[in-house]
């Protein structure tokens, strides 16, 4: 089984920056698409952003153009850089795959933007 660590999450003022790093257990993301999910307090999870086994990129309306999702095949990681953070983009970010796995989530990372 599969199980996949993030990090990289904190408190960021708005119009800042940070890079969220997903790390799988083992070598998956060539074979598998791969998604970014936030969910915050009191709404349901959503996709933020998937990468095709491809390399094929898609994100929600909310975060093009300031999202960037990528991943480094030899790190068995994927990343979620995020620019311009709004205080709406505060929530709890998680990986998986795409379609996601149920037993793939994990803790997640926290992402407070303060205005």
């Known amino acids: 089984q599969v199980q996949l660590v993030e990090s990289g999450g904190g408190l960021v003022q708005a119009g800042g920056s940070l890079r969220l790093s997903c790390t799988a257990s083992r070598r998956v993301f060539s074979i598998i698409g791969m998604g970014w999910y936030r969910q915050a307090p009191g709404k349901q999870r959503e996709l933020v952003a998937d990468?095709?086994?491809?390399?094929?990129?898609n994100y929600a309306d909310s975060v093009k153009g300031r999202f960037t999702i990528s991943r480094d095949g030899a790190k068995n990681t994927v990343y979620l850089q995020m620019y311009s953070l709004k205080p709406e983009d505060t929530a709890v970010y998680y990986c998986n795959t795409r379609p996601p796995g149920a037993a793939l989530w994990g803790q997640g990372t926290q992402v407070t933007v303060s205005s």
């Open positions: 990468i095709t086994s491809g390399g094929g990129t």
